[in-house]
């Protein structure tokens, strides 16, 4: 039986939007916080994002951002002004402060409409988790010749600013030598914001562009390497494994920060450090031969498991302190995103 193509990327929701609708709902004389914010967007776990747009959204006289503040009252941060004075403009509409908090009388506001929608982080959280239901972990059935890396930057620096644009390196690597075969740059506006464990949907157009932009060329990736968790993440679903899953091509992701599971220290067999996460092997911890203290993190994306991604990447390391095509993909997106900001 041939199964079903997975669903596609789903629409993007314009969360700036989206929040500031949220934001106009808050009526004079009440105050809500930035996590109850965050959970009527679908997850509080965007608390510091709304926090970030609330400190950099276009300002004007009319805007309620005032009435947000900390879970404890204090104000935070205020773009028109001092903490100070976004406690003032709270007093003035009725608001009980004292010691430098936000005492509101009737309690928090939490009446937030979305028009009957589903919150859209808890509506991207149920795709995601769809799509790493899809997730083959296998062996290979013999190691690749050539890896495609994939890695994004961003340009320019500036938070939300509309006009920013992603910069997708794709390096195609010969494992043997780590020469470069083939290096594609795509770059697209990006408009989804930075939110913990929801990378994938600021990064995945990207990559997907990138290594459809590859199969253009007449090449056909054996394996992705991306800078991202596969399935070494609190969902299992990383932006490695939702790229293989959507790709159809065998995927591996590595980083450098250790966001879940534990490390044993015990070395295995073939000397892997493996990754456990509440009962399930997730990865393995290679120690780049470049003579840094850092591990870096590897796990499956799709249709390989953890001990032949771990055998690949290893043969990765070309005296470089990352694997070649994650190297060589860093290297050229930043240089184009450097590029970008200069207005070249």
């Known amino acids: 039986m041939i199964p079903e193509p997975p669903p596609p990327l789903p629409e993007l929701p314009d969360l700036p939007v989206l929040l500031a609708a949220l934001l106009r709902q808050i009526p004079r004389g009440s105050v809500s916080t930035y996590g109850t914010l965050a959970a009527s967007l679908g997850d509080r776990a965007a608390a510091r994002w709304v926090g970030t747009y609330a400190l950099h959204h276009e300002h004007s ?19 028109a002004g001092s903490p100070e004075e976004k406690l003032a403009l709270l007093a003035e509409e009725g608001v009980p402060t004292f010691s430098g908090r936000a005492f509101p009388a009737a309690g928090w506001f939490d009446a937030f409409n979305l028009a009957d929608r589903e919150p859209p982080l808890a509506a991207l959280r149920r795709w995601q988790n769809e799509i790493a239901a899809r997730v083959v972990l296998e062996p290979l059935a013999q190691l690749p010749r050539t890896v495609l890396g994939l890695d994004v930057s961003y340009a320019p620096a500036e938070f939300e600013d509309r006009a920013a644009r992603g910069v ?29 464990s929801y990378l994938a949907f600021r990064e995945l157009p990207l990559l997907l562009a990138a290594t459809e932009a590859v199969r253009a060329e007449g090449e056909e990736p054996e394996m992705l390497l991306v800078d991202g968790s596969g399935i070494l993440h609190p969902r299992r679903g990383g932006i490695a494994a939702l790229t293989g899953v959507l790709a159809g091509i065998p995927t591996v992701g590595l980083t450098k920060k250790l966001i879940c599971g534990r490390v044993e220290e015990a070395e295995h067999a073939g000397g892997l450090r493996l990754i456990h996460h509440e009962g399930d092997l997730l990865g393995a911890a290679l120690r780049p031969p ?8 590897v796990s499956p994306g799709h249709r390989i498991d953890v001990p032949t991604a771990a055998a690949v990447v290893s043969r990765l390391y070309h005296g470089r302190r990352l694997p070649e095509p994650i190297h060589q993909a860093d290297r050229l997106s930043r240089r184009r995103a450097r590029e970008l900001n200069r207005g070249i």
């Open 61 to 79: 006289p009319a805007c309620c951002c005032h009435r947000v503040v900390r879970a404890d009252g204090s104000p935070g941060g205020f773009i």
């Open 290 to 297: 470049s003579g840094t203290a850092r591990d870096h993190y």
């Open 168 to 196: 997708a390196a794709a390096v195609l690597v010969e494992v043997a030598t780590g020469r470069t075969l083939r290096t594609v740059l795509v770059e697209q506006p990006v408009r989804f914001p930075y939110i913990t």
